[in-house]
């Protein structure tokens, strides 16, 4: 079983997250941890704060001399914008001279004010802050170091920004996730690329925001992760929980999704092949990898879609000062136009997470050899069946 706790607020002094489970031998560095923060980052739409922050790693605890001891990985993101913040986020008691007090629609503020008992926003929107999805990421690359093991690799691109989406549906491979990277809205085809750079552009001119649509894609995923014996053993389960606790994410698709909905049976369900070579195959992948909760070893596809971001540049959505009751708005002079291409990268995350989980409760071990050889054994295993 794999777990793990992410704590720290925004402009705390810095995110925290404990892996526990992860087998011991796994050859973990310092830069593969960075370069999937790094990736988080990225994106055009992003506001200026992902500029001038930056994300200082520290390897707590679980790993010595590159390699994984089988304890509780510990991993410490420190804020360096923590000696701006030192006064406004302290831990000792004290108030702000100013709270906030002017909730802004579809973020977490009034309802976390009204449910936690406090008067200022501040004290909500800093746990509410995606900015937390920079631990699940450090937990991430771990779990995609222990996938690499077993030959599984996930890959996602946006597949829509607003308005503009992508035409017919070619998916990246693990071989064309460098080039998905090279795009600054991680959109596979240059000329939907272009079309969303403008969208964009345009949104963030008249101080409004976008949403979209990632695809997220697990290549090499072996046949039953996953059980179709009880409710929350089921991988579909597991993976529409794990997407949609991403901030601002509001719907998941497993393969064709909604749209099988308006199909018949005859064109939904994807038919079984057997090869003598490769064994038992799909002609389609409808499903997008899932039958009755289990992988059935084609790539797992899920489609991610995030609203339109909730802080705008332009003071045009109404809310009630809570101190005064009085009508106002609620703005701010910086955020994010869009974090689609983010949470692209925190989706993958979230898939690597469930996936990993899921094969440490199949495999086991105590070692990633162990684990490797449980999970060959089995592959092997299924030869012919
Ligand atoms: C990577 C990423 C960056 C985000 N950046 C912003 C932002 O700059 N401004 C904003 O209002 N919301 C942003 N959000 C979304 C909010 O965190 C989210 O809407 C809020 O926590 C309320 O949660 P809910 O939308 O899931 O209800 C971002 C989300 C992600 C995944
Ligand atoms: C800090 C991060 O994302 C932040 C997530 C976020 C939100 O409301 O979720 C709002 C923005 O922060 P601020 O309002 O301070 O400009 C983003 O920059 C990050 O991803 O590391």
Redesign the pocket.
Known sequence: MLRFLTAGESHGQALVVVVEGLPAGMAITEEQIGSELARRRLGYGR?PRMRFEQDRLTLVGGIRHGVTLGSPVAIEIANTEWPKWEQEMSPAPGRTEKPLTKPRP???DLVGMQKYGFDDARNILER???RE?AARVAAGALAKVLLAELGVAIVSHVVAMGPVTTKGDRRPGPADLEAVDASEVRCFDPEVEAAMIAEIKAAAKVGDSLGGVVEVIGYGVPVGLGSHVHWDRKLDGLLGQAMLS????KGVELGDGFDVAHRRGSEAHDPITWDPATGYGRESNWSGGLEGGMTTGEPLVARVAM?P???LNRPVLKTVDTVTKEETVSFKER??VT?VP??GV?AETMMALVLAGEALRKFGGDTVAELRRNHDAYVQSLDGR
């Open positions: 506001g579809g973020h977490a509410a802050s995606a999805t991403i901030q601002a994410v609203k971001l909730s802080t955020t994010d974090a983010a949470m925190v």
